[in-house]
C-alpha cells in the first residue's frame, strides 16, 4: 500500500460494508473485541445498530428533567418576588414588589402563575435539550478526519463504514487492520488525521 | 430488523375467553342487581346520579377505543397494528352500550327527568334562561340526539371491527384502503357525537353553565380511561398465555407513552385551561360549576385528581424504562383507572342545592353554609357498586367480541411492520 510511508500519521481504519445486516454483525464483534474509539457511520438510522455496538443509554434525560426543574423553579421565583409585599433580603435589604392587582386577584395567586411556570419549564427544558445534545456530542465539531476522505463520501448515500480511531488503546497498525479484514469488508481504508 | 413468528403463538381466546364471558358477565348483572337493590340507601335521585357516573365511565373507554381504531386508520399507523384489534373489540361494545342508559332514558321519556337535569323538570319553563335554551335543552330533541349518537357509535364501531375481521378471512389488502378511506369522515362524526354527548349527559346535569371546551375535557378523559383499559387488557391476555409474540415490549412503551400524553399532561392542560379562563374572568354564572367543587369534601378531591392524576402519574410515567416493563406499566394503569373513575365522578356528582346556600351573601358565609350535611351527597356503596358492575359488564362484552377471531389483525399489510417496530 502507498500509505505505508504516512503510517505514523494514522488516524485510524475505516472498514467498507454494503449492507445494514452486514455492519450490524460486524459492529458485534467489535464490541466484543473490546475497542472503545470507534464509531459506525450510516446513510440512514438502522435498527438493532445501537444494541449490537453496546452503546449505553444517554444521560440526557436525566439533565433535561433538571432543566425543566429548574425552569418551573425560576418562574415561582421570579412572579413571586416581584409581586410580593416585601421582602427582607437577609434583614438588611428591604424590597418591594410591583403589587399589580389585577382583576381583584391575590398579589400572589397560583393558578395565573402556572403558564409562565408552563412556558419556562417548556423553553429551559428544550433549552438544555439543544444545549446538552451538542455538548455530548462534542459539537461544534468543524473538521473530522472521516469526511476528509473522498471515498467515505458515499455515507451519505449507499455505504456503511466501521471506523476504529487510532486513539483506541487497543489500537495497533497491523492487529487492527487484520482484525477489519477479518469481518468480511468490502474494501478497508486508512484514514489521515 | 428482527423477524417475529406468530406460528407459535397463541392468537385466540379459546374457551378462556368463554369463562371470563361467563364469570365477569354474571358478577356484573348480580352488582347491578344488588346495586338496584341497595337503591334506597343512596335515595332514588342519587342512584340514578351514581348510575349516570358509571355509564359515562364505561361509555367513555369505549368511545376512547373508537377514537384509537379510527386515528389509527387515518393516520396510516404501523406500530399499532398488534394491538388495534383488542381495540376494535372494545370498540364494538359500543354496538349494545345503549342498554346501559335505558333507565335513563327512561326516567327522561317518562318525565320525571327533572330529578338529574335540571332542564328537563316542569319548573324550568319558568326559568328564563332556561326557557331560552329550550329550544336545544327539550326532551324530544334530547332523545332523538341520544339515538343518534347511539346509532353513530354503533354503526362506526360496527363497520371497522367488522372490516377488519373479514380481512384475516380474505387477505383483501382493499379492506384497508376503505377503512382508511372512511377515517376521516368518521373521524368528525366521532368528534361531533362524543362533543355533544358530553354536553347533553354531564354539562347540562347544570344548565345554566356552559364551556366550550367541555367536549374536549370528556375527550382527554375517555382516552385516559381507554389506554389504561387496553393496558391492563394486553397485559392479563399475556398472562393467560396468549399474544406472548405479538405484542411486545415496544408496544407497551407506545401505549405508556400515549397515556402519559393524553391520559396526564393532555387531561391536565385541558383541565386547567378550562379552569384559569373562567377563574380569572371571575363572572358567576361561570364559576356556579367549579364552586360546588371547590368546596367542602370536594375541595380534597379536586387536589386528588391534580395530584393522583397529573402529578404522580406525570413522575411515574416521564422516564423510558417504567413504560417498557410490563409490571410497572400495568400498575400504572391500574391505578390510572381508578383515578379516572374518580375524575367522571367529579364530574358528574357535585351539586350545590339551592337551599344549602339560603342566606349566604359572601363568599366566606357561602363556604360556610356548606357542609356534606347541606350538600345532601354521601359516598355509598352504590357509587362503588355501579361503575364495577359496569366494568365487569365491559370486560364480558369484549370477551363476546372477540370469542371467533383473531387477536391481532392477521392479514393487515402492516402487520409486519408492526411486529418488527422499535423504539428507539
Partial sequence: ?193 | MKRIDLSRDTLTLGSFGGKVFVLSGVLGLAGLGVSFGLKSIAGNDAFMKSWLFAFLAVLAICLGALFFTILQHLVKAGWSVAVRRLSEGIAANLVWIWVLFIPIFVLMVSGNGGHLFPWAAPEAAHDHLLHEKSSYLNITFWWIRAVVFFAVWALLSRFYFGLSRRQDASGDYKATNTMQWFAPLAMILYALTQTFASYDWIMSLEPKWFSTMFGVYYFAVSVTGFFSAILLLIFFLQKSGRLQEAITREHYHDLGKLLFGFGVVFWAYIGYSQYMLIWYANIPIETSWFFPRQIGPWYWVSLILIFGHFVLPFLLLVSRWPKRFKGSIAIIAGWMIIIFCVDVYWLVIPVVPESALAGAETYDQLVEAVTPASLGWQLNAVDFLLPASMLSLLLSGTMFNLRRCSLVPTSDPRLEESLSFENF
Fill in chain 1, 1 to 193: 500500500m502507498s500509505q505505508s510511508s504516512s503510517r505514523e500519521k494514522i488516524w485510524g481504519y475505516a472498514a467498507e460494508f454494503t449492507t445494514p445486516a452486514a455492519i450490524t454483525q460486524a459492529a458485534k464483534k467489535v464490541a466484543a473485541a473490546g475497542y472503545r474509539w470507534w464509531d459506525c457511520h450510516t446513510p440512514f438510522p438502522v435498527h438493532g445498530l445501537d444494541i449490537a455496538m453496546g452503546v449505553k443509554p444517554t444521560i440526557l434525560p436525566i439533565i433535561v428533567f433538571f432543566g425543566g426543574l429548574t425552569g418551573t423553579l425560576v418562574a415561582i421565583f421570579l412572579q413571586v418576588f416581584t409581586n410580593s409585599l416585601e421582602v427582607n433580603l437577609w434583614a438588611i435589604v428591604p424590597v418591594i414588589g410591583y403589587q399589580f392587582e389585577v382583576s381583584g386577584k391575590p398579589l400572589i395567586s397560583g393558578p395565573a402563575f402556572v403558564p409562565v411556570m408552563f412556558e419556562l419549564t417548556v423553553l429551559l427544558s428544550a433549552l438544555t435539550t439543544v444545549g446538552s445534545m451538542f455538548l455530548l456530542n462534542g459539537l461544534p465539531c468543524l473538521y473530522h478526519p472521516v469526511l476528509k476522505s473522498t471515498k467515505l463520501a458515499r455515507i451519505t448515500d449507499d455505504r456503511f463504514y466501521i471506523v476504529i480511531e487510532a486513539r483506541d488503546p487497543k489500537f495497533t497498525d497491523e492487529a487492527t487492520r487484520s482484525f477489519l479484514d477479518s469481518l468480511g469488508p468490502e474494501s478497508i481504508e486508512p484514514l489521515e488525521p
